[in-house]
């Protein structure tokens, strides 16, 4: 599996969507999320907080402007 880095061009927080690579199911995730998000699909692990911008380990789609 390729992990694509995609830069968001805007340095604010943002809801971005994200497929898991295992099963293809798709979620909404906030940029800056304090938690660990794991696909509601099959468990496998979405994305992983950090100190700021949480490491997105499935396919980012794109952002959603809130
Ligand atoms: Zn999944």
């Not at 699909?41 to 979405?46: A, H, V």
């Given at each position: 599996m390729k992990r694509q880095n995609i830069m968001i061009p805007k340095p604010r927080s943002a809801f971005l969507s994200v497929q898991c690579e295992k099963c293809g199911e798709k979620t909404v995730i906030f940029s800056h999320t304090t938690t660990n998000i794991n696909c509601k699909?099959?468990?496998?692990?979405?994305a992983e907080r950090s100190g700021s911008l949480a490491n997105i380990k499935g396919k980012t789609l794109g952002a959603l402007d809130q």
């Open positions: 699909s099959c468990g496998e692990l979405l």
